[in-house]
């Protein structure tokens, strides 16, 4: 299986400014075919199920707001949220969606208000 | 708006079997092209991916369940169903159902999730 690995596990930021949460696969998640990265993004607040916010490691689901975007390619990701809002206060996981399953996730990167 | 909802005993005895169902609406659960899928969370291991039954009937296990995943479809009904033999602790969790939508391997809509705890 494909083991993914997020960094920091807690990150505390300033309403208003920027988080960074670093994804990292064991194996690439590139698919050369198509040069697409099979890699998403999720949003867990407490409480509710997670929610899909990014996929093909940069693409916002409809409807997510654009402080939050994606980059990276190969085993190494990032997310961003510019301008951190306390709405976004949750734990954010990442997930390869590569080829076949099973599909894994991160730990989890909890991101709090300093 | 596609929506899902978990159902089923929050407390199971450990060798006994975990049943859970999820009921689908506003889509079909024998509508191509997605799976739906099983997913839990551990309080410590995080998420899981158990399995899925795509809309054609054919089915996908996590191995690493050891063969106690068993996924099925009711399109009469609209929903489907997860069994887990010989339950233990480490089976105690929150279950979600969800569909694999339309961008590989993620997951668009989610239910609310259950808790099961498997104990004595």
């Known amino acids: 299986d494909i083991v993914m690995t997020q960094s920091p596990d807690i990150v505390a930021v300033s309403l208003g400014e920027r988080a960074t949460i670093n994804c990292k696969s064991s194996?690439?998640?590139?698919?050369?075919?198509?040069?697409?990265?099979?890699l998403a993004w999720y949003q867990q607040k407490a409480g509710q199920p997670p929610k899909l916010i990014i996929y093909w490691a940069s693409t916002r689901e409809s409807g997510v707001p654009d402080r939050f975007s994606g980059s990276g390619s190969g085993t190494n990701f990032t997310l961003t949220i510019d301008s951190l809002q306390a709405e976004d206060v949750a734990v954010y996981y990442c997930q390869q969606h590569y080829r076949s399953p099973p599909y894994t996730f991160g730990q989890g990167t909890k991101v709090e208000v300093k | 708006q596609v929506q899902l909802q978990e159902s089923g005993p929050g407390l199971v005895k450990p060798s006994q079997t975990l049943s859970l169902t999820c009921s689908v609406s506003?889509?079909?659960?024998?509508?191509?092209?997605?799976?739906w899928s099983w997913i839990r969370q551990h309080p410590v291991k995080g998420l899981e991916w158990v399995g899925y039954i795509y809309y054609t009937g054919s089915t996908y296990y996590n191995p690493s369940l050891g063969g106690r995943v068993t996924i099925s479809a009711d399109t009469s009904e609209n929903r489907f169903s997860l069994n887990i033999a010989s339950v233990t602790a480490a089976d105690t969790a929150v279950y979600y159902c969800?569909?694999?939508?339309?961008?590989?391997?993620?997951?668009?809509?989610w239910g609310q999730g259950i808790l099961v705890t498997v104990s004595s």
């Open positions: 506003g889509g079909s659960v024998s509508s191509g092209p997605y799976y």
């Open positions: 969800a569909r694999r939508g339309n961008y590989g391997g993620t997951l668009d809509y």
């Open positions: 194996q690439s998640v590139l698919y050369t075919p198509n040069n697409e990265n099979y």
